[in-house]
């Protein structure tokens, strides 16, 4: 796609280190694709990132969150994969990446429960 073409799907940005939320990421993936609303979904749409150095990780992000109509942001209390403490995460990057791209944003709060 090119890089000024608009994706009508939405792009999914969450912490990726929690199962909870890897297991949402792919259920929202799931739900996209079953509704005709695609959900982009780092780790399943361009599985090839986990390999690539975390800059280049970051740049694909930035792109894809610019190219689509949505943004979803799950939210669980905690900031992202940063590079250093002085640096802000990808997460917190993408989300101003969205408001600077108008793009429409929907965020989410994830809440832990600790009942079984």
């Known amino acids: 796609m ?3 073409q608009t994706n009508q799907g939405a792009f999914l940005a969450s912490r990726l280190a929690i199962k909870d939320i890897k297991d949402l990421r792919e259920k929202a993936h799931r739900l996209g694709e079953s509704l005709g609303r695609p959900i982009w979904v780092s780790e399943i749409d361009t599985p090839e990132l986990t390999s690539l150095p975390l800059a280049e ?4 992000c930035l792109k894809n969150v610019r190219s689509h109509k ?3 942001c799950v939210l669980d209390g905690t900031n992202g994969s940063q590079w250093d403490p002085s640096q802000i ?6 989300l101003f990446m969205a408001a600077l791209s108008h793009v429409k944003l929907l965020s989410f709060s994830l809440n832990h429960s600790t009942k079984n």
Do not use: G, R, T, Y
């Open 70 to 72: 949505q943004f979803i």
């Open 57 to 60: 990780v970051q740049i694909a």
């Open 2 to 4: 090119a890089e000024n």
């Open 89 to 94: 995460s990808i997460l917190e990057l993408e």
